[in-house]
């Protein structure tokens, strides 16, 4: 039924517009004088913290809260790409070529780093091309304002005011300049896209010179890596997985990282590796895992997974990521 008075239409139009713009365009609407107010608390709280004054306006110079990654925030892979375009558009055969290169430019550099840290090089190789395309794309956003936008927008400003803090902390203690220090959106940066708490977790002044340089320095951001995975508890003589063959009437239940049977009992159920053989011998404790797009609900192929590839997790927890990484570094190695 129309209603009988338009006016009363036309206010409610309005207001309905106004309420689509706030939740498309949060900050246009946003009142300059809350990021002003935002700011200014921050600063109070990182001058607390030991962060120079001079170390703080210099890095917040000419900010404003970037719309372009709130829309990336809310745009993951798992949730827009099938599982197989993922793996196409994350290691083409192009990045294992590269892949192999690098790894023989720099073997005498890995081989050490590998018997320090006990990662094999294969897996570091992997870690790098799925990251940064071996050293081509570190972001080229400013991690401080990447960081400070995501910390300003409120969905998950707890953790990354977190990690503004110590990136603050990284440029005061002069291990990177302001004008170097870029990565992506959610402020991951260097050669492994460590986010600001993993570098002040594991990263490593690897050839003494006082400074943790994860952009330019290899020797540092090899062994950072390779830190993160020893502490993480990567075990070296294990693989991550592999791709499975499941039998027919399967039960589905099993299909979690969180069950763990011996390769033997996967074995009396009817599990096998992809060409059809037995799975390995040797009894490490092992789960079933299925990669699947959280939007089509497309189920991908089958991997039985081991520790490594929990540990692969806890730098990234997407699926997606720790089976990409751990197919690189297979084919890096062969």
């Not at 039924?1 to 939740?23: D, H, R």
């Not at 404003?64 to 793996?87: G, H, M, N, V």
């Not at 803090?165 to 291990?175: C, D």
């Not at 099993?254 to 763990?260: G, I, W």
Request: glycine share 8%; charged share 25%.
């Amino acid at each position: 039924m129309p209603l009988s008075n338009p006016g009363i239409y036309a206010k409610i139009t309005l207001v309905s517009l106004a309420l689509i713009i706030l939740i498309l365009s949060p900050y246009k609407v946003t009142a300059k004088e809350n990021i002003d107010t935002w700011l200014q608390e921050l600063r109070v709280e990182a001058l607390g913290k030991g962060i120079r004054k001079d170390t703080f306006e210099k890095a917040f110079k000419g900010f404003k809260p970037i719309a372009r990654i709130i829309e990336l925030d809310r745009r993951q892979p798992e949730f827009t790409l099938t599982f197989s375009k993922y793996l196409s558009k994350v290691i083409p055969n192009s990045r294992v070529k590269r892949g192999k290169e690098k790894y023989l430019e720099n073997k005498k550099l890995l081989d050490k780093i590998a018997k320090k840290y006990g990662v094999q090089p294969r897996f570091i190789m992997a870690f790098w091309g799925v990251e940064t395309s071996f050293g081509r794309h570190f972001g080229g956003f400013s991690v401080i304002h990447s960081l400070a936008t995501l910390a300003f927008d409120g969905r998950r400003s707890k953790f990354f005011r977190g990690e503004l803090f110590r990136a603050l902390r990284i440029l005061n203690q002069g291990h990177i300049s302001h004008d170097q220090m870029k990565g992506s959106w959610a402020g991951a940066m260097g050669n492994f896209q460590f986010m600001p708490s993993s570098f002040e977790n594991f990263a490593v002044d690897y050839d003494g010179d006082g400074k943790r340089d994860i952009w330019n320095n290899k020797g540092d951001a090899f062994a950072s890596a390779a830190n993160y995975l020893s502490k993480s508890g990567w075990k070296s003589d294990q693989t991550w997985g592999r791709a499975i063959k499941l039998p027919k009437n399967f039960d589905r239940s099993l299909v979690t990282k969180k069950e763990k049977k011996p390769n033997e009992e996967w074995q009396k159920l009817g599990v096998r590796r992809i060409d059809g053989g037995d799975l390995p011998q040797r009894n490490l404790q092992a789960s079933i895992v299925i990669a699947m797009n959280k939007k089509t609900e497309e189920l991908g192929q089958p991997f039985i997974v081991y520790s490594n590839y929990n540990v692969t997790l806890k730098w990234n927890r997407s699926t997606f990521f720790a089976i990409a990484v751990g197919l690189l570094a297979d084919r890096i190695g062969n």
